[in-house]
Structure formats: C-alpha cells, structure tokens
C-alpha cells in the first residue's frame, strides 16, 4: 500500500511557474513508476506526465511538452512536476499516482494508488 500526499499548489499568473511535489510512504516507492493527471471542471481526467521507477524515462503529454519537468527522488520517496510557461489552460486540479510495477504508463486505469489531489489555478 501506498500512500500519496500532494503539495505545492495554488494560484500563480499565466507565465509564471509552480512546482508539485507528491510525498509517498512505504518502502518500496523507489519500485514504483510515478504520474502526474490532472482534472479540470467538468471535463475528465487526463494525463499530465509519468516516470519510471529509476528516473530513466519520463513521458509527457503534447501540451505540456517543454513546459512541465516530472522528476523523483527515490532517496526522500518524493517526486515533483515543475511546471513553467503556466497557461489558463493549465487550471485543473493535479493528482500524482502511482504504479507498483514500475513501468511508466499514461493511462489511469494503470495506477491503483491515488492522492488526494491538489488545486492549481491559471490567471491571465
């Protein structure tokens, strides 16, 4: 079981920048490939980023590419998504999940562990 803590949220102008950090419990977090989704008012969820267990690979979402960095910390169970270039499209709240298997995916369905998620708001 894992157990997924998100911070880092809030208000920022677009341009600007915010950084998310998802605190996991548990041991074995460093076994785990890792997301970022993101849900904005009456539209579904959808995939922001992910990375592999070791840090290797990290995949992305089109509009976000060259804006958002996910990263991790195995040694602090943490992992982070700088995101940059902030856009009011971005507003949405921000889930960070998690796969125990490892293996980077973009589809939810592929992380069973969830946080609680966390508001970030665009102004323009």
């Known amino acids: 079981q894992v157990q997924l803590v998100e911070t880092g949220g809030g208000l920022a102008q677009a341009g600007g920048s915010l950084r998310l950090s998802c605190a996991a419990s548990?041991?074995?977090?460093?076994?785990?490939?890792m997301a970022w989704f993101r849900q904005a008012p009456g539209k579904e969820r959808k995939f922001v980023a992910s990375?592999?267990?070791?840090?290797?690979?990290?995949y992305y979402t089109d509009s976000v590419k060259g804006r958002f960095t996910i990263s991790r910390d195995n040694a602090k169970n943490t992992v982070s998504l700088q995101m940059n270039s902030l856009e009011p499209e971005d507003t949405a709240v921000y889930y960070c999940?998690?796969?125990?298997?490892?293996?980077?995916?973009?589809?939810?369905?592929?992380?069973?562990?969830w946080g609680q998620g966390i508001q970030v708001t665009v102004s323009s």
């Open positions: 990375i592999n267990w070791s840090g290797s690979r990290t």
């Open positions: 548990g041991r074995t977090f460093s076994s785990h490939s």
């Open positions: 999940a998690a796969n125990p298997g490892g293996v980077a995916y973009s589809t939810s369905n592929e992380y069973p562990y």
